[in-house]
């Protein structure tokens, strides 16, 4: 896999955001519109933030965007502290033009036996926009995207799943501890990932160093499923040098 590392997250992910920028420019000046993946955490605020001081600097409008993002916590009542519909809104949403019905995140709120059609839905309209043209991503220390955690395989779409331990652990913080954590949530597949035409991994600091070597230079594994992106033929993986640092 193609992999680009600087100095900081802030320079990387002002590349990141200016590819971004540059696709949606180009598809709105040829009367298109432009499909993105979107992922929420830690890592992606940087690049959320470049394109909002750019929408508001530059001008860049996000009238032909739509956006998908990868997964929700289930339950999640989106108005919720920890819900992604409350973090893209703070994030991004509230701070750039996108129409409001151009924004796609699993629906936490839905009664359990609605959610496999809710799903299958979800992947339907992803593929009838054309599907998702630039996915943003990060990694979870068991090696997951989205929320396809170990064991995932490279055909699974969106889906109900079970988070690992580890993922528990990794967000107790957020939720006032691990107990409070939701143990499932809603998450696009390996499979919707690997159909997108450019996905780009990011991840910072050294924490991250030990999962990004397994992803990009172990074995192809659904006990590691960001690997499964050494498959993907226009992946690229940003890192800072912290995140780097276990790389041969
Ligand atoms: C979030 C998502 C997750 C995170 C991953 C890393 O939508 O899909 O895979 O990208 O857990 O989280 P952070 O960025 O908080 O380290």
């Given amino acids: 896999i193609p992999v680009k590392i600087f100095k900081g997250s802030e320079d990387a992910s002002a590349f990141v955001a200016k590819e971004i920028a540059d696709l949606i420019k180009k598809r709105a000046s040829d009367g298109k519109h432009v499909v993105l993946g979107l992922a ?28 998908f993002n990868l997964d929700e916590y289930f339950p999640m009542p989106p108005d919720s502290l920890q819900s992604y519909v409350r973090f893209m809104n703070e994030h991004l949403f509230n701070h750039i033009d996108i129409p409001k019905q151009n924004v796609h995140i699993p629906d936490g709120t839905l009664p359990k036996e609605q959610v496999a059609e ?3 839905n979800y992947e339907k309209k992803i593929d009838d926009l054309g599907g998702i043209d630039i996915q943003v991503l990060g990694i979870g220390r068991t090696g997951h995207i989205g929320f396809n955690e170990p064991g995932s395989t490279e055909k699974s779409f969106t889906r109900l799943v079970t988070l690992d331990q580890v993922t528990r652990i990794d967000a107790a913080s957020d939720f006032f501890g691990e ?14 990932i690997l159909k997108a035409k450019r996905t780009i991994m990011m991840a910072w600091g050294e924490g991250k160093a030990r999962v990004i070597k397994k992803a990009v230079e172990g074995p192809i594994t659904d006990q590691i499923p960001s690997s499964f992106l ?8 940003v890192l800072d040098e912290a995140a780097s640092s276990e790389l041969v």
């Fill in 40 to 67: 929420t955490g830690s890592t992606p605020t940087r690049v959320y933030a470049e394109l909002v001081r750019m929408h508001k600097k530059e001008g860049l409008s996000f009238k032909n965007v739509f956006t």
């Fill in 179 to 192: 107990e409070n954590v939701p143990r499932k949530a809603i998450t696009m597949g390996v499979g919707t």
């Fill in 118 to 120: 809710y799903c299958r």
């Fill in 230 to 237: 050494q498959k993907h033929d226009n992946c690229l993986v």
